[in-house]
Structure formats: structure tokens, C-alpha cells
């Protein structure tokens, strides 16, 4: 086994094309996201796909890319998606679509993401760990995407948000979500994830819009549960994120000790201060429920999907509201799979009409997300030692977040994206 693995191992260093030559980027203006600055004609430095300096350009100076006239920023963060299979996440999808035809979709959906500037992502949720194989195939140079972290298999409840509820009983389907009740078998689950490659844990403790026979206001685990499968991947040095619309469902989970609250569609008083005091992210996503509501069945969703969506983007608006005002810490995830993928930055502009400012949301998908992710100054940010991850939009996003749904440029680890 030992030579087969240094064999495997030596191919893929040397799969890694090699980017040792320094680059030089050029921009009319370049957006500190940390404190807003606006700095006028400057030059980035790029050395082996990481950012090493930032200076005033010199008259005349010539650069590798000259951008001309637009803002440049760091590629933005996406901490909530699922790229893998077709759009429109149906509960009961793996009945009609295959594992490899989902991983396919996959690789179509990972440039469409890169494509409109968001240069990482977390995956929150696949089947057949195909999520790892698309991040290690993006990873190698194969494919071309967005730096992912993965879930893989989302952990539910029996009859919860993950389990196939419109199937009849006797007929058995071996292989989708991780369905796991009472702690040791949650922390089965959380093993395994880990063991084929997840890099965070996904659990979901309530009902949701997507999902058959399941109500999104009603928790589906106890704390004990949720404790569980916080301290299983604790031990393995992994996060958990949490599906919760319900008030009661995200409380268990934060005083369970997850990470991020995705959703996060009802809350209360309590539940903000919870929040707040454990140091969790709230990861809102109106905008999926507004696209939902917006192309009703002809873009597929059921009836049942419909009325839940519905139901749900009143909670949604006005729990981000509370959370802005509050200074919870938000986060930037918008669940593109259950809406198509490539409008991930349509979310902005709903978060600014939340009451945030336009920095503060541009904020939640680069710092915020980056902290979130425990990649500070890796990601988010164009600090030396971050990867040259770039974002060029046209006019100015502080003043129009809107400019970054179209994005002019973008560059990920030193290379330009075609
Ligand atoms: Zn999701």
C-alpha cells in the first residue's frame, strides 16, 4: 500500500500547475472591506497565487492586468450552498437523478458560482459524498470553482427535513441524507462524515420549506441531540451548521453549541441573546424564499413548497431585521441549489433594505464569512498572505451594492477566470 500512496500523493503535487511567476493587478480603486476604505489607483502584488503587497501605482507603471476603471475587492464568500445535483432541490431528487449525473451537475454548478465572484464556498449538504469529490477535483486544478468546504450528508432526524417522508414505508432507499436518531447514532453519522471528508457537520433540527410532511416551526431533535453531534465533531475538530426556521429549534441548537444558524427564519428575544452570547453566526437566506415565491410551480416547486416559502419570507424578513439591529454577527449564505446557482449576490441588496449598510453586507461575505469559517486572513480579504482571490465590479458598491451582480473580472489564486 505504502508505494501506491507516495505514487498518489506525488502525482497530485505535481497535478498542480505551476503558478510561480509574480503577477501584477492594477485597479482604479480597491476596497479595504475591513474599514470601507476606498483607495484610488493602486497595484496588487501576486506571488505563487497569494496577495504579497498592495502599493500606489507609480506613473507609468506597467502590470500584469490593468483593470482600468473599477473597484476591486476580494472575492466574495458564499457559506451556505449545494452545488451538487440539479437545481431546485427536490427531497426525494436521488429517486431520479443518479449519484455520478448529480456530481456532473455539480461541476457545471461550481463555475456558475465562480462565475458570478464568489470564490468559496461552504457546501452545506450532497449526497454520496460527490461534494468531496468536487471540492478535491476544484482543489487539484481539474475543474474550475469555487474553493469549497463540504457537509456531506446533512444529518436528520427519522420523518425529518433530510428523510424521503413521501415515500411509502416498505420501499427501501438506501442512500441519502444521514438519517440518525439519539445521540450515538448521531455521533455514528458524524464519524462517518468525517471519515469520507467532511469538512463541517450539517444538522437539521427543524422542518423545512423543501421537504414533504415536515413543518418548518417544529424542532425535530432535542438539545441532547444537537449536544451529541456538537461534541462529536468537536472531537474531530470540526463545526457544526444548523438548520433551524423555528424559534425553539434554533435555541436548542445554540445553547447545543453549533457554529451558525442557517435560516435562523424565527427569533426571538431570547433566541438573539443566546446568540449573542454564544458567539454563533446567523446565516440568513431571504432571498431564496423570495425567488421561490417569485417564479411559483413553473420553475417546479410544488404546491406544498410554495405555501411554506411563503409562509416562511415574512419570518425571514423581520428576524434579519431584529438580527441587524441587534449586532448579531451575519453571515452571507444564500442556499443557491434550491434557487438556481450564479445569482448569489442577488441577496445583498435584500440585506441593505434590511437596514444593513451597504459595507456591512459586503462585510458578511468576506470578514464576516471568513471568520465564520475560521479561514481569517486566508479568504476575504486582500491582506498579504491571503490567496489572490479577486472581485473587479464597475462603479462603486458602497454606493450601489447592486454592482456586484455583475461582476466585470474575477480571479481565483492567481489565475484569471475565463
Ligand atoms: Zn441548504
Same mark, same amino acid.
Given at each position: 500500500m505504502r508505494p501506491l500512496l507516495t505514487l498518489m500523493a506525488l502525482l497530485a503535487v505535481t497535478a498542480l500547475p505551476a503558478?510561480?511567476?509574480?503577477?501584477?493587478?492594477?485597479?482604479a480603486r480597491v476596497l479595504e472591506v475591513e474599514t470601507g476604505t476606498l483607495l484610488r489607483e493602486q497595484v496588487?502584488?501576486?506571488d505563487g497565487g497569494k496577495i504579497t503587497g498592495m502599493a500606489a501605482r507609480r506613473p507609468g507603471e506597467a502590470v500584469t492586468h490593468d483593470l482600468g476603471d473599477v473597484t476591486l475587492l476580494p472575492g466574495?464568500?458564499?457559506?451556505?450552498?449545494?452545488?451538487?445535483?440539479?437545481e431546485g432541490l427536490r427531497p426525494d431528487q436521488a429517486l431520479f437523478e443518479s449519484a455520478p449525473r448529480a456530481a456532473i451537475s455539480g461541476v457545471a454548478n461550481a463555475r456558475k458560482t465562480l462565475a458570478a465572484g464568489f470564490t468559496t464556498v461552504r457546501d452545506l449538504g450532497?449526497?454520496?459524498?460527490?461534494?468531496?469529490?468536487?471540492?478535491?477535483?476544484?482543489?487539484?486544478?481539474?475543474?474550475?470553482?469555487?474553493?469549497?468546504?463540504?457537509?456531506?450528508?446533512?444529518?436528520s432526524s427519522t420523518g425529518g427535513h433530510g428523510d424521503l417522508n413521501s415515500i411509502p414505508g416498505d420501499i427501501r432507499v438506501l442512500r441519502y441524507s444521514a438519517v440518525a436518531d439519539g445521540s450515538e447514532e448521531i455521533r455514528r453519522k458524524v464519524r462517518e462524515n468525517v471519515k469520507y471528508g467532511a469538512d463541517w457537520i450539517k444538522i437539521l433540527a427543524t422542518g423545512g420549506t423543501m421537504s414533504a410532511g415536515t413543518d418548518p416551526n417544529m424542532a425535530d431533535y432535542t438539545e441532547q441531540e444537537l449536544r451529541a453531534a456538537v461534541e462529536a465533531a468537536r472531537e474531530k475538530n470540526r463545526d457544526v451548521a444548523v438548520h433551524a426556521h423555528g424559534t425553539e429549534?434554533?435555541?436548542? #441548537?445554540?445553547?447545543?453549541? +453549533? *457554529?451558525?444558524?442557517?435560516?435562523?427564519?424565527?427569533?426571538?428575544? !431570547?433566541?438573539?441573546?443566546? =446568540?449573542?452570547?454564544r458567539g454563533a453566526f446567523a446565516v440568513p437566506n431571504p432571498f431564496t424564499s423570495q425567488y421561490m415565491?417569485?417564479?411559483?410551480?413553473?420553475?417546479?416547486?410544488?404546491?406544498?413548497?410554495l405555501a411554506k416559502a411563503k409562509w416562511v419570507l415574512g419570518f425571514k424578513l423581520e428576524s434579519l431585521r431584529k438580527a441587524i439591529k441587534?449586532?448579531?454577527?451575519?453571515?452571507?449564505?444564500?442556499?443557491?441549489?434550491?434557487?438556481?446557482?450564479?445569482?448569489?449576490?442577488?441577496?445583498f441588496a435584500m440585506f441593505v433594505d434590511a437596514g444593513m449598510s451597504p459595507l456591512a453586507a459586503i462585510q458578511s461575505a468576506t470578514v464576516v464569512n471568513a471568520r465564520m469559517l475560521r479561514m481569517e486572513g486566508k479568504v476575504g480579504t486582500l491582506k498579504p498572505g491571503?490567496? #489572490?482571490?479577486?472581485?473587479? +465590479? *464597475?462603479?462603486?458598491?458602497?454606493?450601489?451594492?447592486?454592482?456586484? !451582480?455583475?461582476?466585470?473580472? =474575477?480571479?481565483?489564486?492567481g489565475r484569471v477566470f475565463q
Open positions: 503558478q510561480a511567476e509574480v503577477v501584477t493587478v492594477a485597479a496588487l502584488t501576486i466574495l464568500i458564499d457559506a451556505h450552498v449545494h452545488l451538487i445535483g440539479s450532497a449526497r454520496d459524498f460527490a461534494d468531496v469529490a468536487l471540492r478535491d477535483a476544484i482543489a487539484a486544478g481539474s475543474v474550475q470553482g469555487p474553493r469549497m468546504l463540504v457537509a456531506t450528508s446533512s444529518l429549534g434554533i435555541k436548542r #441548537a445554540v445553547r447545543a453549541g +453549533v *457554529r451558525s444558524v442557517e435560516h435562523c427564519s424565527m427569533l426571538d428575544d !431570547e433566541a438573539i441573546r443566546l =446568540i449573542r452570547e415565491v417569485e417564479r411559483g410551480s413553473a420553475a417546479g416547486y410544488t404546491d406544498y413548497q441587534a449586532g448579531l454577527l451575519v453571515a452571507y449564505g444564500t442556499d443557491s441549489g434550491v434557487q438556481e446557482h450564479g445569482l448569489n449576490a442577488r441577496q491571503a490567496y #489572490a482571490d479577486l472581485l473587479a +465590479v *464597475r462603479g462603486n458598491p458602497l454606493e450601489n451594492v447592486r454592482a456586484l !451582480e455583475t461582476p466585470a473580472w =474575477i480571479m481565483k489564486e
